[in-house]
């Protein structure tokens, strides 16, 4: 899963070894409903035995218990700034993106509209800059934003739709070239078959579903 990765860059950004435990969603084992007993989701870190939860919560805590490396910004007010994008990305894309996924018609136009509406926000903030913290190098927001650099292809090829465009989005498509150029990155990234049938198989499960409602 995408958030899964965020915490692996971070990880790998920062140079710490790690245990990565992969889980099988569609048959949860007990170390994560018993780690995340709220969601039942990952990612979950566990560090000196206690579990931490939600990527973004994750992410914060890595940075603030192993300082080398740091991926925040140090000024309150660019750290302000990072906090503001990283929510509307997962409150106003990742949202969208799964209304689109998961439906489709009229409720599909709407979450593809709504996708294309985020990305022009984010064309603007990228623009004239390399990564999103304005540095020389990959950092917080970079890596929340990350997901649609390599996984969001798959979720428009599975849900059958469109909404990444070069031309549209030229800033936010170097900014996708420059993320991907990151050896930490480009190293780590999973298989194209692998986000395939992975994307296959959550959209299968949703038809399953609604056919059981219906």
């Known amino acids: ?15 710490i070894e790690y245990e990565f435990v992969e889980e099988d969603l569609f048959n949860k084992s007990p170390l994560l409903l018993q780690s995340n007993p709220i ?3 990952v990612p979950v870190l ?5 579990p931490i939860s939600e990527s ?4 914060e805590y890595i940075d603030e218990t192993w300082k080398n490396n740091p991926i925040f910004p140090k000024h309150p007010q660019e750290r302000a700034y990072a906090h503001f994008w990283a929510k509307f990305v997962d409150e106003k894309f990742n949202q969208a993106s799964k209304k689109a996924f998961f439906s489709s018609g009229e409720d599909q136009t709407k979450g593809v509209e709504s996708m294309e509406e985020a990305l022009r926000f984010l064309e603007g903030e990228i623009a004239r800059k390399k990564f999103f913290g304005g540095k020389d190098s990959t950092g917080f927001l970079d890596i929340v934003v990350g ?16 909404v990444m465009d070069k031309v ?12 991907l150029d990151v050896p930490v990155i480009k190293e780590n990234l999973p298989s194209s078959k692998d986000l395939c049938g ?11 579903i609604a056919d059981d409602r219906g």
């Open 168 to 179: 549209k989005f030229p800033a936010f498509d170097a900014w996708i070239e420059n993320f």
């Open 1 to 15: 899963l995408p958030f899964v990765y965020r915490i692996v860059s971070a990880l790998k950004l920062k140079g």
């Open 46 to 50: 566990i560090h000196g035995g206690k």
């Open 39 to 41: 969601y039942k989701m």
């Open 147 to 162: 997901w649609i650099a390599h996984w969001f292809q798959f979720v428009e090829e599975v849900g059958r739709f469109k």
């Open 198 to 208: 992975a994307f296959q198989g959550f959209k299968q499960m949703e038809l399953a």
């Open 56 to 59: 973004l919560i994750i992410l």
